[in-house]
């Protein structure tokens, strides 16, 4: 099936966001819901063309998300929480798998790290069967990093996120690693190629694909992740750089919703090394894969089985 994907993402964008909203408003209502259901479904089918079929009900794990917010504290506004929630039901994305990261490359003291982590704990609780967590750790901490990351995976975090403090290569990170293997569990990493100089003066330690690819030969048994693919500089350059890496996964989140993003990953890495993800841009994100030239089991293992399979490892 042949289309502009831009249009696509365009439609999905637009489509999935208002018609879902809408859907979602009308659900408690027993009375009217089948009829208001009906009439939305037909709109779905004349305003966004080519979905697969039942994709609100395909299984999503969203691996890469954020909870930015203070909902640790006393009287925490929830709502930016309670939207994102909603916009996951609205998407028919089961899991969020979400983290609280400081960013700008801030050296953060352990004392900060600690109070985001709660509130990523705070929303896990309130979430149970939605948010799961990974753990912010600032690897210049030193030993109190990796204190941090058994306490968040005593709360029952699943993994642990990095940010550009330090580029994956420095040595600082490399006891992080080390946990994350003892322990079991994926690392997920801040990434970019960046291409221009004001970016690349602002974010002097933001690794690239060869920074990944580095770690994981060092590093063979770590579960990588390659965090947002779209999310910014030269994406193309990101999945080539990856080629010669087949421990590294690759996650598609990102706001550059760029045509052949999704195949190209496939082509250059295989489709069971891709992972779903959003990063905030949730639409956009599941329109990408949709709107994809891809098999249904591609599909399915891209959206949810191959983030399963990595999970299961700590168990295994």
């Known amino acids: 099936m042949k289309q502009n994907r831009r249009e696509m993402l365009s439609a999905v964008g637009s489509g999935l966001g208002a018609i879902g909203v809408s859907m979602l408003s009308v659900a408690g209502k027993a009375d009217e819901k089948k009829d208001i259901a009906g009439s939305s479904a037909s709109v779905i089918k004349s305003k966004v063309t080519g979905l697969p079929e039942n994709w609100r009900a395909m299984r999503k794990f969203d691996v890469h998300n954020h909870v930015m917010q203070d909902v640790h504290l006393p009287d925490a506004d929830w709502s930016k929480v309670e939207s ?96 994350c293997i003892e322990r079991r569990i994926p690392f997920l990493g801040h990434s970019a190629h960046l291409t221009d100089a004001r970016t690349l003066a602002a974010q002097p330690k933001t690794s690239d694909s060869l920074d990944f690819c580095e770690l994981s030969l060092r590093f063979p048994e770590l579960m990588l992740i390659l965090g947002h693919v779209n999310g910014g500089g030269d994406w193309e350059w ?56 891809l098999t249904d089991d591609q599909r399915e293992d891209i959206f949810w089985r191959n983030l399963q399979k990595i999970l299961d490892r700590r168990t295994a």
């Open 84 to 179: 994102l929630v909603e916009a996951a039901q609205i998407l028919g994305i089961e899991k969020l798998f979400c983290s609280r990261p400081i960013t700008g490359g801030v050296m953060a003291e352990i004392a900060d790290v600690r109070s985001v982590n709660d509130s990523v704990i705070a929303a896990m609780k309130r979430y149970p069967d939605q948010i799961f967590g990974f753990c912010f750790v600032q690897p210049g901490n030193g030993p109190a990093a990796l204190e941090e990351i058994d306490r968040c995976l005593d709360a029952g975090m699943l993994g642990v996120k990095l940010y550009n403090q330090y580029r994956y290569t420095d040595p600082m990170v490399f006891p992080v690693a080390e946990r």
């Open 238 to 293: 990101a999945i080539k750089g990856l080629r010669d890496c087949p421990n590294v996964f690759l996650d598609t989140s990102g706001s550059v919703l760029e045509n052949d993003t999704i195949e190209m990953c496939v082509r250059e890495l295989g489709h069971e090394r891709i992972l779903f993800a959003t990063d905030m841009t949730m639409e956009g994100c599941v329109g990408k894969i949709l709107s994809a030239e």
